[in-house]
């Protein structure tokens, strides 16, 4: 059996007085894919601050690959080979592409370096050829493939994606899928939080709904499509 590659247990989580997660507990398995759902404000972006570091939990643990990271810094957990595309993209927007994959540019200690400048580009033959161009300039979905492409510059083994969708045209929608795929079939461990729980559902090994901060459904997404799961009362989906 597949080991971890990174385990939340008993999470519990507060913005100031309010209590967003209550007891989470979630598994991903080494190279496989987990996708989180839930509605608007049920704790997915909250539960990817904690796993980085953003936010330190009130109580319980994260663990990747066996290595205990609750509440350490954001660098720290980067180092043990976290990368998160946030939502938004949030890419460095006054510099150029290529700028922007060199400053992320990391080498974990005794790891070869699967992901380069050259085998970003190959990937984003789009973003090879706009490598000089400012990264604001982009067009949305060329800012979410940078987004991407900037976060497997630190060689990750865990990446988190958090709504890589939103707001982008169908047809790039599609391309972002593919790349995922792509990555999956590498043997990259990937957390996928997305409102699209059908493009989750198309792509993801395990599937994990929050619904007001709480794990209320888990399961492989195979045996949930068996056993009937029906997911609409806790997405809004009717």
């Known amino acids: 059996m597949a080991s971890d590659a990174l385990a939340l247990d008993e999470i519990d989580a507060?913005?100031?007085?309010?209590?967003?997660?209550?007891?989470?507990?979630?598994?991903?398995?080494?190279g496989r894919l987990l996708g989180l759902l839930g509605r608007n404000g049920a704790g997915k972006s909250t539960t990817l601050n904690v796993v980085v570091g953003l936010l330190p939990p009130r109580r319980g643990s994260v663990t990747v690959h066996g290595q205990v990271v609750t509440g350490r810094a954001p660098e720290v957990v980067a180092a043990q080979g976290v990368a998160l595309v946030p939502?938004?993209?949030?890419?460095?927007?006054?510099?150029?592409?290529?700028?922007?994959?060199?400053?992320a540019a990391r080498r974990r200690r005794g790891a070869p370096a699967a992901w380069t400048l050259e085998t970003v580009s190959?990937?984003?033959?789009?973003?090879?050829?706009?490598?000089?161009?400012?990264?604001g300039s982009l067009s949305g979905g060329e800012q979410q493939m940078l987004a991407i492409a900037r976060a497997l510059?630190?060689?990750?083994?865990?990446?988190?994606?958090?709504?890589?969708?939103?707001?982008?045209?169908?047809?790039?929608?599609?391309?972002v899928m593919a790349t995922?795929?792509?990555l999956k079939a590498e043997g990259l461990s990937i957390v996928l939080v997305e409102q699209n729980a059908k493009l989750v559902l198309d792509v993801a090994d395990d599937v994990a709904v929050l619904n007001n901060g709480r794990v209320v459904v888990e399961g492989a997404a195979a045996d949930l499509a068996r056993q009937g799961v029906d997911l609409h009362q806790h997405l809004g989906i009717y």
């Open 122 to 135: 190959a990937l984003f033959p789009r973003l090879y050829e706009r490598q000089g161009q400012i990264a």
């Open 153 to 175: 510059m630190s060689n990750p083994r865990v990446l988190l994606m958090d709504e890589p969708s939103e707001g982008l045209a169908p047809q790039i929608v599609a391309e």
């Open 87 to 103: 939502q938004g993209r949030r890419v460095f927007k006054s510099l150029t592409v290529r700028e922007n994959l060199a400053v």
């Open 14 to 30: 507060l913005y100031g007085d309010s209590h967003v997660l209550h007891r989470v507990s979630m598994r991903l398995g080494a």
């Open 180 to 182: 995922i795929r792509r």
